[in-house]
């Protein structure tokens, strides 16, 4: 039987070659979809197979990888690709935001703000903000080449005309460096401005739709919307149950059948550090206490 | 009170450990060897092998003992190591004219040079359950004869050779295959890609979008010209030595469907092609794919495209097992953060419909719109 062997960070580096080209080009057009030859990784399509190729790519022996999943370094899939990462490439992996080199995320952008020397991988799911609106490839790609977005701001119209209200609370499309309409993967909005100016490049790797885009460090992310109906990131207005923080985006946990709720923050390594630093949470938030949010 | 979540990977462990347990199943049963699924589970090998992209007897086996019988889990190990191989080239064009034949036969001419040769098949059999096969079951010898030296020319062949099937377009010279697995698929895409989009999609998939076809959605009126399978020398042009050498040999399934004929003002009408090519015997596979691989020629032939069967990014973009797979199955991964926010504006939106509600009714109304 052919005993298989494996290159450092699993893939063969004609690939991480072929991955690397295709990232380089997706720097040079913020926010353009970069397709690339995405292969068939050993975990299933739609669990980060985007994000993992595009570490393996850009990973060396002294990275220090974070991964993280709706914010927790404790999700299965998180722990999971860590693992993956940590036996391939045999690189140091933490849990701590500002020690991390490498970020491969899903869902959600670190509460800490990121430094130069970071790069942020998003998995991407359905990398085509417009998908939803077109669902052909060939009309989409059209649609980006002569910036014509129109589509979009009818539908964000219609949701304000059905709903009083944008409708869209994740995956809340971005215009990067005023040329291309994004998606920014399903990270809540509350996220979106993170995105803007950041000093971290940010990569995006969508491997079963074969597409990489990215965001150079410092570059203008604008997300869409009207003058007389700004965008609003969300975020549920109460203070983290354990560690009192006012500014992070919140979990809402189900803690019995009588509608008890409690909040706490998606950041799994911010509320801890919070925690280590001597703040302190009630443990129990009251339940349905929401207000507009602004 | 709440306690953070923590414990994932000892919770991954375990799930694991479980799994190798129930794989294992019942261990006063004795356990199944590779040689005894490649050899008594044939046909799920050869489906591994093709929807895998891999012709290893050996590794299928494998996949499908470590996949638990799981066929499309399978598919996806073998896939997943498949991707990590080195590319040494590409071999020469097998001819499946000049294959050693175990099963052969037409639907479009009662006799042809070579005979109707029905080898191995379900075809005909009674699907009764047969309980002496339950345990200890000896098979009677097969009938044997002389191998038969007379050529079996392919069915389109003879066909062509009278001008009343199109011709296969000849590959230009030094011309590359394309490889969608290694290069990023564009639309519309060439035969070559559909092709091997096809070879590598789903026989369910296929067999649906096949049989939509026959049902009116992309009607092409479709006869089986021939279904062979049998094996196949597989050639490799090495640059030192200068001359194709042999590799081995493959067996293939091959279907060539005869559709309806199309003609123009300049051409003479004639019958067009669907091709459906399979590793092992897979004729179920091999059919779908002719019947699907010619509908979605619609736009090349110049007809209306209006079915899903005749929709190239729907067909070619739905048809892949282990993409679909992983991605419908994702949904199970954790979405809180996503369904937070969905749940913050869905509170908000009834928050204002109940005050609006409240504004415009009776105070009795507006209780019972508060519940």
């Known amino acids: ?294 | 009170m709440y306690v953070a979540v923590k414990g994932g990977e000892r919770a991954i462990e375990n799930a694991h450990r479980l799994l190798a347990h129930k794989r294992r199943g019942d261990q006063n049963v004795a356990e199944i060897s590779l040689d005894q699924i490649s050899e008594q589970l044939g046909l799920a090998v050869d489906r591994v092998m093709s929807e895998g992209s891999l012709y290893d007897r050996e590794l299928a086996a494998l996949a499908i003992k470590q996949a638990r019988g799981d066929l499309i889990e399978a598919i996806f190990l073998v896939r997943a190591f498949r991707a990590t191989l080195p590319r040494f080239g590409a071999s020469e064009p097998v001819d499946t004219g000049a294959m050693r034949v175990q099963r052969r036969v037409s639907a479009t001419f009662k006799d042809i040079p070579g005979g109707q040769i029905l080898g191995p098949t379900f075809d005909y059999t009674h699907r009764l359950l047969d309980p002496s096969l339950a345990e200890g079951f000896v098979p009677e010898t097969p009938a044997a004869a002389e191998a038969s030296t007379v050529p079996t020319p392919r069915v389109t062949d003879i066909l062509g050779r009278d001008g009343l099937i199109e011709s296969s377009p000849q590959a230009a010279d030094g011309a590359s295959v394309g490889d969608l697995t290694r290069e990023p698929l564009n639309f519309p895409a060439d035969r070559d890609l559909r092709l091997q989009n096809l070879a590598r999609g789903d026989e369910g998939f296929l067999l649906a979008m096949g049989y939509s076809t026959q049902r009116g959605y992309g009607r092409n009126h479709p006869f089986v010209g021939e279904i062979r399978f049998g094996e196949v020398e597989v050639e490799f042009v090495a640059e030192d030595v200068g001359f194709a050498v042999p590799l081995g040999a493959i067996e293939l399934t091959e279907c060539q469907m005869v559709n309806q004929f199309k003609g123009s003002a300049t051409e003479a009408p004639c019958f067009t092609r669907g091709y459906g090519l399979a590793f092992g015997q897979s004729e179920r596979k091999t059919m779908s794919m002719a019947l699907v691989d010619r509908a979605l020629r619609a736009r090349e032939l110049g007809e209306e495209a209006l079915a899903p069967a005749q929709d190239e990014e729907f067909v070619m973009s739905h048809s892949d097992n282990v993409q679909a797979t992983g991605f419908v199955e994702h949904l199970k991964l954790p979405h809180y953060v996503d369904f937070q926010s969905e749940l913050g504006l869905l509170r908000k939106l009834r928050q204002e419909f109940a005050e609006a509600f409240a504004d415009a009714n009776a105070p009795d109304a507006m209780k019972e719109a508060a519940e």
């Open chain 1, 1 to 294: 039987m052919n005993a298989p062997a494996y290159n450092f960070a699993y893939l063969d580096e004609q690939t991480k070659r072929m991955i690397r080209r295709a990232i380089l080009k997706a720097i040079a057009i913020p926010g353009y979809q970069v397709p690339f030859a995405s292969r068939e990784m050993p975990m299933p399509y739609g669990w980060g197979t985007g994000g993992v190729q595009v570490t393996a790519a850009i990973l060396g022996p002294q990275d220090v990888l974070k991964v993280i999943d709706q914010g927790s370094d404790d999700t299965t899939n998180a722990i999971s690709i860590r693992k993956f990462f940590a036996k391939t490439a045999g690189v140091a992996t933490t849990t701590a935001t500002d020690e991390a080199t490498v970020i491969q995320t899903r869902h959600r952008i670190p509460e800490t703000a990121l430094h130069a020397s970071q790069v942020l991988v998003y998995q991407v799911p359905i990398p085509e903000p417009l998908r939803f609106l077109e669902p052909r490839e060939t009309e989409t790609r059209r649609m980006h080449a002569l910036a014509e977005y129109g589509l979009m701001h009818v539908k964000l119209y219609e949701d304000i005309a059905r709903f009083g209200h944008i409708a869209t609370a994740y995956a809340y499309p971005v215009k990067v460096n005023a040329r291309y309409v994004m998606d920014p993967s399903p990270t809540p909005k509350f996220d979106n401005p993170k995105m803007d100016n950041c000093p971290a490049l940010q990569l995006f790797g969508a491997g079963r739709e074969k597409r990489i885009y990215a965001i150079p460090p410092y570059t203008q992310v604008v997300s869409l919307d009207f003058e007389d109906h700004p965008f609003e990131p969300y975020r549920f207005n109460a203070p983290c149950a354990l560690c009192g923080a006012e500014n992070s985006y919140l979990d809402e946990i189900v803690t019995d059948d009588k509608g008890g709720r409690m909040f706490v923050c998606s950041d799994t390594d911010y509320c801890e550090g919070r925690q280590a630093a001597g703040h302190h949470g009630s443990l129990s938030a009251a339940p349905y206490k929401e207000k507009a949010h602004g």
